[in-house]
């Protein structure tokens, strides 16, 4: 897929505010600090686009951008932020939550692993629960230049083996560095293929 524009549109505090549900719609989730803004503006072709490494935990909105006038992405605020209270934590599981089993034109959700670290337990513990509401979803690993390729790997396969555990078929993967531009296109190509069908 060709990006001819990406715009920010707006940030809602819940799914009810967020734009008619008038186009398809791909989600970006993960940790903070995943590399979340980083990707998203690799997609983009536009380096300001999503903000990145501002104030973790701070951002607890739904964003939208529309792309190529065609297709609605979502930045979502991530999770796993140490500093955030009880409350906090609470209204941003109920918003998630909302968002995702509430959102129609919800096509696949994209969950953002860190390809350095070895499987963590509120990464697989986020993915039980799509899975428990049967969201779409498919796993990006971010940062892959950071790491050998025989590193990446492994801790990628580490990954997907913890979730053999509890998952009979796996969801599809890619492998990203948004520095490199790695698995880009590959994101893309799926995202015009569910736009296609
Ligand atoms: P977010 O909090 O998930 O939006 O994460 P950011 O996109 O702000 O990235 C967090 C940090 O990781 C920043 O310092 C980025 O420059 C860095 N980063 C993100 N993606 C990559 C990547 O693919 N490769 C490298 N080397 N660094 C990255």
Redesign the pocket.
Known sequence: MIIKTAEYLISSPSYKDCPKPDMPEYAFI??????????I??LANNEKL?????T?GKTQLINHFIVNKDWYLVDLP?YGFAKVSQSQRKSWEKMIEDYLRKRENLVNVFV?IDSRLTPQKIDLEFINQLGEWEIPFTIVF?????NTQLETSRNVKAFLNKMRETWQFLPQHFV?????KTGRDQILALIAELNAS
């Open positions: 993960g940790r903070s600090n995943v590399g979340k803004s980083s990707l503006n690799s999503a903000k990145t490494s501002g973790p991530g953002l971010t940062k892959s230049d950071k990203t560095s948004a520095v490199k």
